[in-house]
């Protein structure tokens, strides 16, 4: 039975416990940006820097707290900058009173510093990595990695850009002053129950759909707004939700130019109208507020496919221009992998079977190859030094037609086609994360290289993630 409540001026539909919120939008709130992380020391040898997993709190509607978790505060963490090249050294302690880990999602480092599972920071312990970075300029993220954590870890708030810079990107005339005209975009939906707690209860449901809110926050704020130049903008967008498939677009239906993927940037901008971003891939877009009138506003629209219709944050125009950028016609070469140089071929069949289906709550039919995540059990043995093809089939059970994400860890792949066709342009660059939906396939090819260990392959719907849906693929010399 539905019941209606009001909480601080907003309305809410309220079943089973849970919140549901009405359409109230105020872009009352600027957006927050996360600040740099400091480095402890100067000079370009050694970035030292220092995140403390901690407790904190949050309020999201006016008059009510929530418990959150963060980096280096409250909620999300701060970014973290670093140059191609450089080498990191990062002290991470956690607070704590279980166990975490830090994931580097889209870092191509040695294992034992990768913050997947096997690397486990326990309660009021701290975890010391070091490693240089070896990869073109990007937008990645990390965020919580522990077995059955991830998905409530990353929920209470545990999640922050990493972006590296290169001599490419520093010659590339596009806007790049941060905070400025070059914003981070960490997109997340969350629900919570009517005395402002998040509502992450895992039911049956939750499992197999993941858990889907219907509030989006940005940056960590639900309904803010942005003042932007009146010219070219940057926005590094992350799909940081749980489980949600989100479509992108504009109010007004604006055309912007997509410049990155998860690993970097493309050889061109692709022109769009709508991107469709899974949970944890990135994308880097260009948007012209030029020809906009001084004071005029825009909004951000996210469709949660299937869901809901958001209209997430507010851009508005400030009357003195940006600086002066054009789209350019071309940004980097990209060192395309070729299928002649495969040495093997593997199949990943991605399945949510329907017997058992109220077994889900832990371990249940969530599978990769008929098999749940084993700690015990390596799945797949690489060559180093080796180029391979990944063929990952979305075979779920026709009652349980459900999306996957297949993210792998320490590799940037390439895709080389979806059901046999070439990829869109929007996904025509180095990529870790792709969407499979249900019934379809997808072929990618990667290179082994530098680093022997053991690594993750995994749906990145982070309910599937934790209920099963990961295996280990060890690089071995």
Same mark, same amino acid.
């Given at each position: 039975?539905?019941?209606?409540?009001?909480?601080?001026?907003?309305?809410?539909?309220?079943?089973?416990?849970?919140?549901?919120?009405?359409?109230?939008? =105020?872009?009352?709130?600027?957006?927050?940006?996360?600040?740099?992380?400091?480095?402890?020391?100067?000079?370009?040898?050694? =970035?030292?820097?220092?995140?403390?997993?901690?407790?904190?709190?949050?309020? +999201? +509607?006016?008059?009510?707290?929530?418990?959150?978790?963060?980096?280096?505060?409250?909620?999300?963490?701060?970014?973290?900058?670093? $140059?191609?090249?450089?080498?990191?050294?990062?002290?991470?302690?956690?607070? /704590?009173?279980? $166990?975490?880990?830090?994931?580097?999602?889209?870092?191509?480092? @040695?294992?034992?510093?990768?913050?997947? @599972?096997?690397?486990?920071?326990?309660?009021?312990?701290?975890?010391?990595?070091?490693?240089?970075?070896?990869?073109?300029?990007?937008?990645?993220?990390?965020?919580?990695?522990?077995?059955?954590?991830?998905?409530?870890?990353?929920?209470?708030?545990?999640?922050?850009? +990493?972006?590296?810079?290169?001599?490419?990107?520093?010659?590339?005339?596009?806007?790049?002053?941060?905070?400025?005209?070059? &914003?981070?975009?960490?997109?997340?939906?969350?629900?919570?129950?009517?005395?402002?707690? &998040?509502?992450?209860?895992?039911?049956?449901?939750?499992?197999?759909?993941?858990?889907?809110?219907?509030?989006?926050?940005?940056?960590?704020?639900?309904?803010?707004?942005?003042?932007?130049?009146?010219?070219?903008?940057?926005?590094?967008? /992350?799909?940081?939700?749980?489980?949600?498939?989100?479509?992108?677009?504009?109010?007004?239906?604006?055309?912007?130019?997509?410049?990155?993927?998860?690993?970097?940037?493309?050889?061109?901008?692709?022109?769009?109208?709508?991107?469709?971003?899974?949970?944890?891939?990135?994308?880097?877009?260009?948007?012209?507020?030029?020809?906009?009138?001084?004071?005029?506003?825009?909004?951000?629209?996210?469709?949660? /496919?299937?869901?809901?219709?958001?209209?997430?944050?507010?851009?508005?125009?400030?009357?003195?221009?940006?600086?002066?950028?054009?789209?350019?016609? $071309?940004?980097?070469?990209?060192?395309?992998?070729?299928? $002649?140089?495969?040495?093997?071929?593997?199949?990943?069949?991605?399945?949510?079977?329907?017997?058992?289906?109220?077994?889900?709550?832990?371990?249940?039919?969530?599978?990769?190859?008929?098999?749940?995540?084993?700690?015990?059990?390596?799945?797949?043995?690489?060559?180093?030094?080796?180029?391979?093809?990944?063929?990952?089939?979305?075979?779920?059970?026709?009652?349980?037609?459900?999306?996957?994400?297949?993210?792998?860890?320490?590799?940037?792949?390439?895709? /080389?086609?979806?059901?046999?066709?070439?990829?869109?342009?929007?996904?025509?660059?180095?990529?870790?994360?792709?969407?499979?939906?249900?019934?379809?396939?997808?072929?990618?090819?990667?290179?082994?290289?530098?680093?022997?260990?053991?690594?993750?392959?995994?749906?990145?719907?982070?309910?599937?993630?934790?209920?099963?849906?990961?295996?280990?693929?060890?690089?071995?010399?």
């Amino acid at each position: 039975m539905l019941g209606i409540t009001a909480l601080g001026g907003y309305t809410f539909l309220r079943k089973a416990g849970l919140s549901y919120a009405g359409p109230v939008q =105020g872009f009352d709130t600027a957006l927050p940006i996360p600040p740099i992380l400091e480095r402890n020391n100067s000079g370009p040898e050694a =970035g030292r820097y220092q995140i403390t997993v901690e407790n904190g709190e949050n309020s +999201f +509607f006016p008059g009510y707290k929530t418990s959150t978790l963060g980096y280096n505060g409250p909620c999300l963490g701060p970014t973290i900058k670093v $140059k191609n090249g450089e080498k990191v050294k990062i002290k991470v302690d956690n607070n /704590l009173s279980q $166990k975490t880990t830090v994931h580097w999602h889209g870092l191509h480092v @040695p294992a034992k510093w990768d913050g997947g @599972p096997r690397q486990e920071i326990a309660a009021g312990a701290t975890w010391s990595p070091e490693f240089t970075i070896d990869q073109p300029a990007a937008t990645l993220w990390y965020h919580p990695h522990a077995m059955g954590l991830t998905g409530e870890q990353s929920y209470r708030g545990l999640a922050g850009l +990493f972006i590296i810079e290169d001599e490419l990107s520093d010659g590339l005339d596009i806007p790049d002053s941060y905070g400025i005209d070059d &914003f981070p975009l960490i997109l997340q939906d969350r629900r919570f129950f009517d005395d402002g707690r &998040f509502a992450y209860a895992q039911n049956m449901m939750d499992v197999i759909h993941g858990v889907m809110g219907n509030y989006l926050l940005v940056n960590g704020t639900i309904w803010p707004n942005l003042d932007v130049p009146k010219g070219l903008v940057r926005l590094r967008i /992350l799909n940081g939700s749980n489980s949600s498939i989100y479509r992108i677009s504009f109010r007004d239906s604006r055309s912007f130019f997509q410049i990155a993927t998860d690993g970097g940037f493309q050889e061109k901008p692709v022109e769009l109208k709508q991107l469709v971003l899974s949970a944890g891939e990135r994308a880097e877009i260009l948007v012209d507020f030029g020809a906009d009138a001084p004071g005029s506003a825009n909004s951000l629209l996210i469709d949660q /496919l299937p869901g809901n219709k958001f209209e997430a944050m507010q851009f508005r125009v400030r009357s003195e221009p940006g600086l002066i950028f054009t789209i350019p016609e $071309k940004l980097v070469s990209i060192d395309w992998l070729e299928e $002649k140089d495969v040495s093997k071929t593997r199949t990943f069949r991605m399945e949510t079977m329907s017997r058992g289906i109220g077994m889900m709550k832990r371990g249940g039919q969530l599978t990769i190859n008929g098999r749940n995540m084993d700690l015990d059990h390596i799945n797949e043995q690489v060559k180093l030094g080796t180029t391979e093809t990944w063929e990952i089939e979305n075979v779920s059970a026709m009652m349980i037609r459900l999306p996957h994400s297949m993210h792998l860890h320490d590799v940037q792949f390439q895709i /080389l086609d979806r059901n046999g066709r070439k990829p869109p342009l929007s996904e025509r660059g180095r990529k870790d994360t792709v969407l499979v939906p249900p019934g379809e396939s997808v072929r990618i090819i990667s290179r082994f290289d530098d680093y022997t260990g053991i690594y993750m392959y995994h749906c990145h719907l982070l309910e599937h993630e934790d209920n099963g849906m990961m295996g280990q693929f060890e690089v071995v010399a």
